[in-house]
């Protein structure tokens, strides 16, 4: 399977945050949509991903107050992703290779939809699954 059959698959829209708007609105927009990452735009363009583990990370620990710190202060800029031809195992190697959990599916520089570590074990263990009992 491909990252493009899976996004299709899942039928999740891209969820996006401004990088002007602050941590606090992240997390209610995340826990809203029970998601663990938020794709940072501006104007269209994928700017950004700010994650849970960003604001662990960056708020808590360096003691700042997520009302008062904006997403662009703490979200990851290099975002690593993938295009829809590639498949879920090259997903998991970039994960571990980069350390992440979610992973933008992008095609012509737009953002199709973004895979979770979640999604891809889920859509591994199923493929074993089958494939043991058949």
């Known amino acids: 399977m491909t990252a493009g059959e899976l996004v299709d698959s899942n039928g999740r829209e891209p969820v996006w945050i401004d990088p002007l708007q602050s941590v606090f609105d992240a997390l209610e927009r995340m826990n809203s949509e029970n998601i663990g990452a938020l794709l940072v735009q501006i104007e269209g363009y994928i700017v950004g991903i700010v994650s849970e583990r960003d604001y662990v990370r960056r708020v808590i620990l360096d003691h700042r107050a ?9 979200m990851t800029r290099e975002v690593v992703t993938v295009s829809p031809q590639q498949t879920v195992s090259d997903c998991l190697d970039l994960m571990k290779h980069h350390n992440i959990r979610h992973l933008p599916v992008v095609e012509a520089g737009r953002v199709l939809g973004m895979l979770s570590l979640r999604d891809l074990f889920l859509k591994a263990i199923e493929k074993t699954h089958v494939a043991t009992t058949s």
């Open 66 to 74: 997520s009302k008062l710190t904006k997403v662009s202060e703490i």
